[in-house]
Every structure is written in C-alpha cells, then in structure tokens.
C-alpha cells in the first residue's frame, strides 16, 4: 500500500498549494485529482489581487498572467460606477493551477492524475488515532495516510465520508450559487474588473467583464436563480454593448458549449473544519468571500495553515482533533468575519434597484479607503437625497463593499 504523511485531495489552488507547503516543509505528500489534468475545466473568474500574491510569497510566472488590471469598477442598476482600486491579475487559472501543481512536484510531492477519494477507514495503533487508509478510484488506491487535506472544492467530499459534523453546513443543505460565463472578443476596457449589481438578470448575485490578454474578457454571472443562469447571462448580454461581440470556447475547451462555470458555497465556512487526522481547506470548507464569491486567495491561504498544522502535529508524533484545532485557530484568526458581511449583503439585496442607485450616488467615486469622515460623508449625503434610507441597513451594506477587498481576502 502506498503511505505518506499527508494526502491531498484535490489539485485546485487549495490543493495545490498544501502540497507545495507541506512538500517544503520535508513531509512525503501525494496529491490525487479526480481529473485526467491540472486546472481543467476551469470554474473561475480568474482574478486575483496583488495582495493576495504578496500575502502568500506567490511569484507569478508571466505565462500564467493574462492581464495586470487596476481593480473593481462597480457598476449599480442605474449605471452609476463607483471604483475599488487596487491591482491584480487576471490568470490564465489552468495555467496558475499547473504551475502550482509543478512547484509542488519540484519540492517532492508525488502527483496522481484520475484518482478520485471515495472511502477513507479510520487507523488505529493501541486505541490511539494514527492516519487514514483511503480508497477510490485510481491504480494507487489504498493510500495510507497520517492525515488528509480535504481541497476537493465544493464537493467536500472528506466531510461527507466522514460525517466531521451532523450540522456540517454543505451535508446539510447549506447553500451554493451558481456561476457561468462567456469567453469574449475585441472587448473593450480599461483594465478594470467591471461588476454590475443588476438583480434583474442575477439574484442577489451580479455579473462582471473580467479583461484578459488580446481583447479577450470572461463575461459571466452568479445567481442564486441556478435554473436561470444561462438564460440571465444571455440576456444580459443581449441588452448591452456586448450583444454583438463574438462568444469563443476558451481556449481549453475544444468540444461542447462555449459556457463554462460552476457552483461557489454560500453559506460561510464550516462549524467543524478540523477532525482526527484530517482539516478541510478552500471552497471544501466553505471559503469564499461573500459579496463576490472570491475564493482563490482564501483556498491558497488556508492551505498555508494546513501545511502548518500538518507539520506541527507529525512532528509532535499527535494527530488528534485537539492537536489540529489550530488549523481553526489560525484561520479563524485571519479571515474577516463571514457573517458581519453577509449581513451586509443581505442588507445590499433588500434594497429596490432605485434604492442602490441612490446609495451608489452617495458613495465616494473611490470606495476602496473611505475612512470614518468618508463613511459620515455618505450618511449626510443620505440624509439629504432620501432620509428614510438611511434606517435601511445602508451602513452595513457599505460595509460589505469594504470588506470585499483584497487585504480582507475578497478577491
Ligand atoms: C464561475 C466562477 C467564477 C469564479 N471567479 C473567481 C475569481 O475570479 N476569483 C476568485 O478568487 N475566485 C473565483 N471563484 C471561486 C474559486 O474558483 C474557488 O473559490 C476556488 O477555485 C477554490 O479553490 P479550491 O482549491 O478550494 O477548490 P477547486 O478549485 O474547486 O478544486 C477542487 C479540486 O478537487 C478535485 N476533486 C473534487 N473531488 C475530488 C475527489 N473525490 N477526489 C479527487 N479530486 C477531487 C476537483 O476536480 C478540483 O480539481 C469563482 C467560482 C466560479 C464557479
């Protein structure tokens, strides 16, 4: 039976990027991806913040950058635009994914391509927790392993099979948003990412033009109307400046619909995201940021604290819940709290689309570092164009804007 010390499951850029750390940190660590390759098909907007990059060392190779942007314009349901400014990149996210997945096979990590976990059996010496042995499908199967790092995105498929929690969020109906988007031509920008909050064609959600390299853009949406998705985005596209440009398979996609997507958990992170032997990273763990779904810089990061915590415990010769709750400890103390802002969220999506307009019209044209006079500023300027909004919950939906920026792991 093949061992190791840590199991990966999932090569996302959770996945990933636990095996570069834990490879780095001298633990024999195999990766196993349900996939036949890294990367594809690929689920995501594809950008990421220049924070984001600093925060986890990442030194982004340019074969993997597409675009360098200057940041989110937010575009409200009367067409007013207000900007978060701060730089980025729009990946080529097959390609960031692989680089990953490579830098983690240099460290050491063993890759296993068409392996999917569907059984794992708990390992016991002497009444004492000792690892997992983990079955699927996949010619390496049964792995043995001290503990596994569940990155198997919104699958979660370790804390299904283990059942970590009764109450566990995803198991128990905890919801998911779907996302789908157009590859695009000869689209015009300014190197902004442009997000419109238009309820009309996404519920609670939004859309976005997101620029890559050559006039190319990813045009999609996130809706919580899933069986609306593709027929929303259509008609988004249809009733703005994008209807006449040409839709293209990305170029990853060589057969099928040239709509690509999928679906982002909503319903904040996991009770429990630490178990014997085992600690649940990335979207498996319910990351995401929740005004615009951003999950990469979470996934990557929290893959950091795993790896961590992976070290410390076989070291310490302990691989029990108790010994693992510092995962939780180390991300729970970094990570901006989820439900303050999903209350503003919650807040932003009461309002009619007239509401947002006049609260857009109060913003700052920069809303990325408002400060306490900025925040005053909007509520005067409340005061005066429509008083009775400024009992509506408008704070903490400002809030929200604020916290989906990049130093709070918003994109
Ligand atoms: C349409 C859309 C747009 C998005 N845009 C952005 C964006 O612009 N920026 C951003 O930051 N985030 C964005 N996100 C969210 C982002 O894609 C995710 O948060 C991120 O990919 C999470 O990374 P992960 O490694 O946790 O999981 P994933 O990227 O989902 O990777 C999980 C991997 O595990 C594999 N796997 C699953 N089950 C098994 C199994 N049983 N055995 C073996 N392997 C398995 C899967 O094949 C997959 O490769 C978007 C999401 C969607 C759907």
Request: net charge negative; charged share 25%; with cysteine.
């Amino acid at each position: 039976m093949a061992t190791c010390d840590v199991l990966v499951v999932g090569a996302g850029p959770g996945g990933g990027n636990a095996a570069l750390q834990c490879a780095r940190l001298g633990l024999s660590t195999i990766i196993i991806e349900d996939h036949s390759e890294v990367g594809t098909p690929v689920h995501c907007g594809e950008c990421i913040s220049e924070i984001a990059c600093d925060n986890l060392n990442l030194e982004l190779p340019d074969e993997v950058i597409s675009k360098q942007v200057n940041g989110i314009r937010v575009i409200f349901p009367d067409g007013t635009e207000k900007c978060l400014t701060e730089r980025g990149y729009v990946l080529e996210k097959h390609l960031f994914e692989r680089w990953i997945a490579e830098e983690a096979i240099s460290a050491g990590a063993n890759l296993h391509l068409n392996h999917k976990l569907t059984s794992m059996e708990r390992i016991e010496e002497n009444g004492k927790f000792s690892g997992w042995k983990c079955d699927g499908k996949g010619e390496n199967f049964p792995i043995s392993t001290k503990i596994v790092i569940d990155a198997s995105g919104v699958a979660a498929i370790c804390s299904k099979i283990v059942k970590i929690d009764e109450d566990n969020k995803l198991n128990s109906g905890g919801k998911v948003v779907a996302g789908m988007q157009y590859e695009m031509l000869e689209v015009p920008t300014d190197d902004y990412l442009d997000f419109y909050i238009w309820p009309k064609f996404a519920e609670k959600g939004y859309l976005w033009m997101i620029p890559k390299c050559d006039g190319r853009a990813n045009v999609g949406l996130v809706t919580e109307d899933r069986p609306m998705a593709k027929k929303s985005l259509d008609d988004f596209i249809e009733s703005t400046h994008f209807k006449d440009l040409e839709q293209v398979a990305p170029p990853w996609k060589n057969k099928g619909n040239p709509a690509f997507g999928g679906t982002i958990p909503i319903s904040g992170p996991f009770e429990n995201t630490h178990y014997d032997g085992l600690m649940l990273v990335g979207d498996a763990a319910g990351f995401t940021s929740p005004l615009f779904e951003g999950g990469s810089h979470l996934a990557l990061k929290s893959a950091v604290f795993a790896a961590q915590t992976a070290f410390s415990a076989i070291s310490d010769g302990d691989l029990s819940s108790n010994k693992l709750s510092k995962y939780s400890d180390l991300w729970g103390a970094e990570f901006p709290p989820y439900d303050k802002i999903l209350r503003g969220k919650n807040a932003l999506f009461e309002l009619t689309d007239e509401e947002m307009s006049i609260m857009a019209k109060c913003f700052p044209d920069e809303m990325s570092d408002m400060g306490i006079s900025g925040k005053a500023m909007v509520g005067f300027r409340l005061i005066i164009r429509k008083p009775s909004l400024f009992f509506k919950k408008i704070i903490p939906a400002m809030l929200a804007f604020g916290y989906s920026r990049a130093k709070y792991y918003g994109w």
